[in-house]
């Protein structure tokens, strides 16, 4: 299997956060015998996201993508990977009310803002992500062709790469 990563993040470029994911994302997915062919970063910009996104679609029909999926202003991988699928989100109840109960366990009101993690692309797979607010989510349309749309945090992307990726990519 052929894929491309795109990792999503204007602190990427300018140096202030080091991509680790990358270097994980490449030894966890070649040891399960996938094939990276591309990995690029892009800035938290919606028509930088769309083409790195939609140019891997088209040269391997597969992206992993890590980032931009927080609760913030510049957090926009879904909503645009959603659009390039030509999927509209929907406000998944369950989601919404694991974030609110997450909250409430850290003693803090959500803030409105997290609401927008509770938005799922029409008929994505959800990934729950016991470490964080964001879940990853597995997009595939009629042609078979798949975004995997996984949180920046190291830490949450790892525990949503071995507990959810991996193992799909495995019966693939």
Same mark, same amino acid.
């Given at each position: *299997?052929?894929?491309?990563?795109?990792?999503?993040?204007?602190?990427?470029?300018? +140096?202030y956060t080091l991509d680790t %994911? $990358?270097?994980?994302?490449?030894?966890?997915? +070649?040891?399960?015998?996938?094939?990276?062919?591309?990995?690029?970063?892009?800035?938290?910009? /919606?028509? $930088?996201?769309?083409?790195?996104?939609?140019?891997?679609?088209?040269?391997?029909?597969?992206?992993?993508?890590?980032? +931009?999926?927080?609760?913030?202003?510049?957090? @926009?991988?879904?909503?645009?990977?959603?659009? @390039?699928?030509? =999927?509209?989100?929907? #406000?998944?109840?369950?989601?919404? $009310?694991?974030?609110?109960?997450?909250? =409430?366990?850290?003693?803090?009101? *959500?803030?409105?803002? %997290? &609401? +927008?993690?509770?938005?799922?692309?029409?008929?994505?797979?959800? @990934?729950? %992500?016991? &470490?964080?607010?964001?879940?990853?989510?597995?997009?595939?349309d009629a042609r078979g062709r798949?975004?995997?749309?996984? /949180?920046?945090?190291?830490?949450? *992307?790892?525990? #949503?790469?071995?507990?959810?990726?991996?193992?799909?990519? $495995?019966?693939?």
């Amino acid at each position: *299997m052929k894929l491309e990563l795109v990792a999503v993040g204007t602190e990427l470029l300018l +140096g202030y956060t080091l991509d680790t %994911n $990358a270097a994980e994302l490449g030894r966890a997915l +070649g040891a399960v015998g996938a094939e990276i062919t591309r990995h690029t970063t892009v800035a938290d910009r /919606p028509e $930088a996201i769309r083409a790195a996104v939609a140019e891997a679609i088209d040269r391997t029909g597969f992206v992993i993508t890590t980032g +931009g999926l927080g609760p913030t202003r510049d957090d @926009l991988t879904k909503p645009v990977v959603a659009e @390039l699928f030509g =999927k509209r989100l929907v #406000l998944d109840h369950a989601l919404l $009310a694991s974030i609110e109960a997450r909250f =409430k366990r850290l003693g803090r009101p *959500m803030p409105e803002s %997290n &609401r +927008g993690q509770a938005e799922v692309p029409e008929g994505a797979t959800l @990934l729950p %992500n016991s &470490r964080g607010t964001a879940p990853g989510l597995w997009i595939e349309d009629a042609r078979g062709r798949v975004a995997v749309l996984l /949180p920046g945090v190291p830490r949450e *992307m790892r525990g #949503l790469l071995v507990e959810e990726v991996l193992p799909r990519l $495995a019966q693939r």
